[in-house]
């Protein structure tokens, strides 16, 4: 068996090479140029080719590794990514009053050229915020200055460089969990964030995003109150559901479809923004008992297809896809092996989940 897909595939890399000898002016590349299909793979056709109005994304590590199968994956799989790091405040304004672009501009120029989109932030997050800001501490029209320069410059650097790639921009992180850190002082200051935001680009949307505001609870209760009057004004367009879970907090699909129910009656989107689901795992990469894999799988079916079915739910995003660039392991001892592929970017039974949901009749 083995010997004749070697056969085959030398026949087809033949095949490919005789092709582009004989052939004049240039090829298309098939993701680069996409026709009826945008993302061919290898192995059957990309999640992104199974859905026509759902974005389905992944964090980006920078710099995209090039010696693995890393970006064609990326490319293939998906049509959003967010830059897991590098787009955080303490890379992208880590000197004062400097602002480097270049990390985070690799990864948009990277989404441009594979014809897919990009969210942008988190803008204000109080775990991102570099250190030099900390000598403002308690100075509030100082600190309401930075913040608003910021979102200004960031945004507008990205409206302007990358017209229509950033459709959704992160201004404000885990206000309602972690808090507002240092910007706590500024007044108003989540309203004077997403206004801020809004004046920057009227033309792209605007979340706030947090954990544990995926069920019911008080961080939920917490997350509505403060975007619903936000919503009112106009200020916001969708809730991020962070949804860091794992075997031993993984929520009910029913409580999750409530409180996306709950944020669609007052016209608010929901994007999944950082799912992973962790197993217990002594190396952080296998899994201590296989069996868990299968469970892992159900799970990423079951919650992609309650965004599907919720038709306010427009964004699902995983906090990377490979478990060889995961945050997991290094926050969660003994936890880890999360993502829908494994350390050796083999499709694990939570991409098939996935793939699964996608197919579905009722999927969209
Ligand atoms: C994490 C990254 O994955 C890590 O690499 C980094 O060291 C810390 O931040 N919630 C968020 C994300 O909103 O930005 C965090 O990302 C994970 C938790």
Redo the contacts with the bound molecule.
């Keep these: 068996m083995r010997k004749l897909s070697i056969i085959l595939c030398g026949l087809i890399l033949f095949g490919c090479s005789e092709q582009s000898r004989l052939s004049t002016g240039p090829r298309p590349n098939p993701i680069r140029n996409p026709t009826t299909n945008p993302n061919p793979t290898p192995g059957g056709l990309g999640l992104r080719s199974l859905t026509k109005n759902l974005y389905i994304g992944t964090?980006i590590v920078a710099p995209i590794p090039g010696s693995d199968p890393y970006a064609s994956i990326l490319a293939n799989e998906y049509n959003i990514a967010i830059a897991?790091?590098v787009g955080?405040m303490n890379v992208v304004e880590a000197k004062e009053d400097v602002f480097d672009f270049t990390a985070q501009d690799a990864l948009v120029s990277f989404a441009v050229a594979h014809n897919m989109k990009m969210q942008g932030g988190?803008l204000i997050?109080s775990?991102?915020a570099p250190g030099w800001i900390n000598k403002y501490r308690g100075d509030a029209a100082k600190l309401t200055t930075i913040m608003t320069a910021y979102i200004t410059t960031v945004m507008q650097h990205y409206s302007t460089k990358f017209p229509g790639t950033i459709i959704a921009w992160e201004v404000v992180?885990?206000a309602a969990t972690a808090g507002l850190g240092v910007f706590a002082a500024v007044p108003d200051c989540v309203e004077l964030a997403f206004q801020t935001a809004r004046a920057a680009d009227p033309n792209v949307a605007l979340f706030y995003?947090d954990?544990g505001d995926e069920t019911s609870g008080a961080t939920t209760t917490k997350v509505y109150n403060l975007v619903a009057p936000l919503k009112q004004k106009g200020l916001l367009d969708a809730v991020g559901f962070?949804s860091?879970f794992g075997v031993h907090n993984a929520p009910r699909m029913s409580a999750i479809k409530t409180t996306m129910d709950s944020l669609g009656s007052i016209g608010l989107d929901v994007y999944v923004?950082?799912f992973d689901f962790s197993l217990p795992s002594a190396n952080g990469i296998t899994p201590d008992n296989p069996r868990d894999l299968i469970l892992q799988g159900t799970y990423y079916n079951d919650y992609l297809a309650t965004c599907l079915a919720a038709p306010n739910c427009k964004q699902f995003i995983t906090?990377?896809f490979t478990d060889a660039h995961s945050?997991i392991p290094?926050?969660f001892k003994g936890a880890g092996a999360a993502l829908p592929f494994d350390a050796n970017y083999d499709k694990k039974p939570a991409y098939y989940g996935m793939q699964n949901a996608l197919s579905r009749p009722a999927a969209r």
């Design positions: 964090a897991e790091n955080k988190p997050w775990r991102a992180n885990e995003n954990y962070q860091h923004t950082e906090w990377g945050w290094r926050f």
